[in-house]
């Protein structure tokens, strides 16, 4: 009886299972061709291998970037390892160093945190002001102090400070995590399929198993 109910299971998953793994497998290899595909419509290139060595020369990127980025030298981005790759130690890379050179502390070092610092700048610029014209009300203060940031010919060093901030936000980190989220979705659905298509390698080889054991000729003692 026993023996029955075990050759009728492995009959039940000895179809189930591969029938399963064949969708995961087709799943996996649908998600990769569509990475695949909309990476190809950005085409995005990796850096020549020249281009890698001068800017590890310039310092815009790490020797231990570099190193990562040459076997990938010259090439269309057409996958997700590729994809991390490129966000990770080339627009990160090059996120980091503009912060740097910006004076931009390690811990401000994001859109939110650069944001937060142009805003502490603004409080003290406001304050300047104030005590240069005290004849001002806190709205005509406000309002002066838009004007001197957005003027390149000010005299404030606060105002230029702020400005600056105010770029590296929108050009550097608000583009460069635009980017890098695009790249990063992209790895993530190429992740997915890859994990899709081994679950259903490893669905069809156990089921594949179980149907030989459960159609297999019963073998009498």
């Known amino acids: 009886m026993a023996d029955s109910v075990y050759r009728a299971l492995c009959r039940v998953f000895g179809v189930v299972l591969p029938a399963v793994g064949v969708g995961a497998t087709i799943g996996g290899l649908f998600a990769h061709r569509f990475v695949a595909k909309q990476l190809g419509s950005e085409d995005i290139t990796m ?9 590890v020369a310039s310092a815009l990127i790490t020797a231990e970037d570099a190193e990562i980025l040459a076997p990938h030298a010259g090439a269309t981005l057409r996958n997700g390892p590729q994809a991390r790759i490129y966000a990770d130690n080339y627009v990160l890379a090059h996120m980091k160093v503009a912060a740097e050179r910006a004076g931009v502390p390690e811990d401000k070092a994001t859109y939110a945190g650069v944001g937060d610092l142009a805003a502490e700048l603004n409080k003290e610029l406001k304050a300047e002001l104030s005590d240069h014209h005290p004849e001002m009300g806190p709205g005509e203060v406000s309002g002066l102090a838009r004007m001197e940031v957005q003027d390149p010919e000010t005299e404030y060093d606060l105002a230029r400070k702020i400005n ?5 936000r929108s050009e550097n980190f608000f583009m460069g995590n ?9 790895y993530g659905w190429w992740l997915i399929g ?8 490893g669905l069809i080889g156990i089921g594949t198993l179980l149907g030989l054991a459960g159609f297999g000729k019963r073998r009498w003692r």
């Open 47 to 55: 850096p020549s291998g020249d281009l890698i060595d001068r800017e």
């Open 178 to 186: 635009s980017i890098r989220g695009m790249l990063l979705n992209a």
């Open 164 to 168: 600056e901030l105010y770029s590296l």
């Open 194 to 201: 890859l994990i899709a298509r081994i679950a259903g390698a």
